[in-house]
Each structure stands twice: as structure tokens, then as C-alpha cells.
């Protein structure tokens, strides 16, 4: 029978004791304000597990204040306490089977937790699992199990990543490991971006790179920046390093814009927004300073967005 996720009562799971295959009740999965949780039975066999996952599906559709429970544990947490490598794998190939036949919505976010939670736990063996996961979760798969592999062992994961064949995959493992390096290791997570290559996620890595390593040491990041030999990637680390910049130096930043980045929409935006930044603290400099631009699109995109700072402001006095 077809299982959807609209299907599955949350209610039933909570006040309904089912006998498992050795012949103990189960736990009851408790909502919040029901009171501490009895622990989770560890299941025994594929009866179980097809058990669990059931009730798993079901908690993905909590309403509010049932996302965790009294002791501010998530449910998802607090159903799958104590189970082990094993258990996951089972998890995550009868939930592929189901995805694969159409017999479970919303089964993608579920698998990316119950993946996380497996690699927390041993990503080696989780690693193992994606290749039987449903095509359509594969790329998110990669990129989630890189990202938690790196928090415990970034070596590893790398590892891991570049061992993969060359294409999407690999793409979005490289990027699961740039989100998490970006904060750490900037740099880092800059050139792991490039390896990655034309992904959406990998912009993503290299926005959240520059901001965090301009907002900590802009010239250092400036400098770097000036060195890429790929010209489009140079533009946009530097325009990324003058916005963050812009908040210390606004008009330092808005030069560094001008000198290194070739007129364009990159351009454009970066000076709309260190625009925003000096009328923040200086609405008769920004007003200065805009009208000395060259007619045109940039010229008018800047005092549009001034008259709209100055709009807000009017509202909020």
C-alpha cells in the first residue's frame, strides 16, 4: 500500500504500543508536554526498521511544539537514540526502496537527517550507502556527508571527496567541505569552491569565504584576491572583499571596486551596496559621492537607493 507522509497519524504513533518481533511493547514516542521520553528500543529486524521509518516519516510532519520534546531533544534525536551502523543502513535503503517507488513524499529531507546522523556516527560506512540512495538524492547526499565528515576529520573528508569520479558528486562533496572551511580556513574553502567548479553551492562557498575572511583581515584577502589568474573569480572575490570592507572603509572599498573589477553587473551591485553602507552613517556624503557618477544605469540605481534609505528612515522617525 501506497505510505504518504499525509497519511501517517502522529497521534497514533503517540498513544499506540505495538508488539515487536521479540514480543516487548514499544516505547511510546512522546510529543512535548508529554513528559520524558522511554527510551528507544533498538530495532531487531526489517519489521522493525520498517516500524521506525514509519514513525520517522510521521515526525516529519510535527506540528508546531512537537518538534521536540521535553527535554528540548529534537523527536527525530530522540527515536533514533542508540541505534547503530547497521540500523542506518537499513533505514536508508528501505526509505530509498520507497522513494524509488513512490510510496513516500517528503522522503528526501528525512534521508539527508537520517545520512547526517549515520555520519556523525561512522561516515566511512555511511559513505558506502550512496550509491543506494534515489538518484535524486545523491548530489544533497554527497554534499551533507562531506559537510559532517569535515567537522570530525576535514582530512578524511577530503579524502573522500577527491576519491570520488569526476562530475556532480564530487562537485558537491567538494562543496559540503567548503561551507564548512569557510569559516575556519577562508582560503581554503576559496580554492576547494574552484575545484568544485560551475556548481550553484560553490558560489555559495565563495561568498561566504571572502565575507568571513575580509571581515577579519581585508588586505590579506585583498591581496590574495589580486593574484587569482582567472579573471571572472578574481572579480568576484574582490568585489566580495570590498563590500565586506566597506562597513570599516566605504570609499577604500568602493576604489578597490573601480580599480579591480571591470564595469558589468558585478560592479554595479558592489557600489549599490557600499552605497547603502556610507548613507548609513553619512546621507549627505553618499549624496556627494553619487553624484559624482557618470550618467547612466549605476548612477541612477545609486540615487534610487538612497531615496528609498531616506524613505525608510522618514517611516521609522
Known amino acids: 500500500m501506497t505510505l504518504l507522509v499525509a497519511a501517517v497519524g502522529v497521534a497514533g504513533w503517540a498513544h499506540r504500543s505495538e508488539v515487536l518481533s521479540h514480543g516487548e511493547k514499544a516505547p511510546q514516542i512522546g510529543v512535548a ?25 510521521a515526525s516529519m510532519i510535527s506540528k508546531p511544539g512537537e518538534e521536540t520534546g ?16 547497521g540500523d542506518f543502513a537499513a533505514l536508508t535503503e528501505q526509505l530509498a526502496a520507497m522513494q524509488r517507488r513512490g510510496d513516500v513524499v517528503g522522503g528526501h529531507d528525512l ?12 561516515p566511512a560506512e555511511a559513505a558506502t550507502a550512496l550509491s543506494k540512495l534515489a538518484t535524486e538524492d545523491q548530489p544533497d547526499a554527497c554534499r551533507t556527508l562531506a559537510a559532517t565528515w569535515t567537522r570530525n576529520d576535514p582530512d578524511e573528508a577530503l579524502a573522500w571527496a577527491r576519491g570520488l569520479p569526476a562530475g556532480d558528486l564530487r562537485g558537491e562533496a567538494l562543496t559540503g567541505i567548503g561551507h564548512e572551511e569557510a569559516f575556519a580556513n577562508p582560503r581554503r574553502a576559496i580554492e576547494l569552491a574552484q575545484e568544485a567548479g560551475a556548481t550553484p553551492g560553490a558560489a555559495e562557498v565563495i561568498d561566504q569565504a571572502v565575507t568571513t575572511w575580509a571581515a577579519s583581515d581585508a588586505q590579506a584577502a585583498m591581496t590574495w584576491g589580486k593574484e587569482i589568474a ?17 562597513d570599516r ?45 557618470p550618467e547612466g544605469r549605476m548612477r541612477e540605481r545609486a540615487e534610487a537607493e538612497l531615496v528609498r534609505i531616506t524613505e525608510r528612515a522618514t517611516r521609522i522617525a
Not at 230 to 244: Q, Y
Request: aromatic letters at 6%; hydrophobic letters at 45%.
Open 249 to 293: 572603509d566605504p570609499y577604500a572599498a568602493a576604489n578597490l571596486v573601480i580599480d579591480s573589477v571591470g564595469e558589468g553587473q558585478l560592479e554595479e551591485n558592489s557600489l549599490v551596496g557600499i552605497v547603502q553602507r556610507i548613507a548609513l552613517g553619512d546621507m549627505a556624503g553618499a549624496r556627494d559621492w553619487v553624484a559624482q557618477f
Open 111 to 122: 534521508q539527508m537527517k537520517l545520512l547526517g546522523a549515520w555520519a556523525e556516527m561512522n
Open 230 to 246: 582567472e579573471p571572472a573569480l578574481r572579480e568576484k572575490v574582490l568585489a566580495g572583499v570590498a563590500v565586506s570592507w566597506a
Open 70 to 85: 521535553s527535554e528540548g531533544e529534537s523527536r527525530f534525536h530522540q527515536m533514533i537514540a542508540g541505534l547503530k551502523s
Open 33 to 57: 508536554g508529554g513528559g520524558a521520553t522511554a527510551p528507544q528500543a533498538r530495532p531487531e529486524g526489517p519489521r522493525d526498521h520498517q516500524r521506525l521509518l514509519e514513525k520517522l516519516i
